[in-house]
T-cell receptor, first 115, second 111 residues
């Protein structure tokens, strides 16, 4: 079984530019999550999809962040325009269990550096 | 303020030593997970503990959930260089599907 894949693995952009991160969850996993770790801090929740629907986006920092999951398969997270404080590692995770909480399968993350 | 406090933040030991790392909270959790993360990779689930007082073993790793389900410990016996990594505790929160994480304990085992 292929794991959660994220692309790109690294991205370096200038302040004000746009970046789009992609996540392909494990096939058959309806739940898809985005998390972020900024330097020195804990991994923090950004949002949760069930299939193509956003279930919880309470962790999204502001309206510069837009997540989509068209068709309920892969997801994208766009940051526009990027700011210095957006630097960090963005993780995608998926889980299979519906109707309740379950542990997460993580991708290897995208390391975003905004200069 | 972090809901899950992990200690120590960093630990460097010699191969063959034993160690214990801790995850503490003032909140009660329905379950708690331990993940391990290696450089350039995402966290990988090691174990889930559910019942207060539960002890689970995974080879040389022993996980315990506190009786009150507010804290947990991870004990490693005879640590090996392959145990090097960032150990994270995590728990469900918010009544939904959200997971919260501690900041982690970074373990380095020297050969």
């Amino acid at each position: 079984e292929a794991g959660v894949t994220q692309f790109p693995s690294h991205s370096v952009i200038e302040k004000g530019q746009t970046v789009t991160l992609r996540c392909d969850p494990i096939s058959g996993h309806d739940n898809l999550y985005w998390y972020r770790r900024v330097m020195g801090k804990e991994i923090k929740f950004l949002l949760h999809f069930v299939k193509e629907s956003k279930q919880d986006e309470s962790g999204m920092p502001n309206n510069r962040f837009l997540a989509e999951r068209t068709g309920g398969t892969y997801s994208t997270l766009k940051v526009q325009p990027a700011e210095l404080e957006d630097s960090g590692v963005y993780f995608c995770a998926s889980s299979q269990v519906t109707g309740g909480w379950s542990p997460l399968h993580f991708g290897n993350g995208t390391r975003l550096t905004v200069t | 303020t972090q809901l899950l406090e992990q200690s120590p933040q960093f630990l460097s030991i010699q191969e063959g030593e034993n160690l214990t790392v801790y995850c503490n909270s003032s909140s009660v959790f329905s379950s708690l997970q331990w993940y391990r993360q290696e450089p350039g990779e995402g966290p990988v689930l090691l174990v889930t503990v559910v019942t207060g007082g539960e002890v689970k073993k995974l080879k040389r790793l022993t996980f315990q959930f506190g009786d009150a389900r507010k804290d947990s410990s991870l004990h490693i016996t005879a640590a090996q260089p392959g145990d090097t990594g960032l150990y994270l505790c995590a728990a469900p929160r918010g009544g939904g599907f959200k997971t919260i994480f501690g900041a982690g304990t970074r373990l380095f085992v020297k050969a």
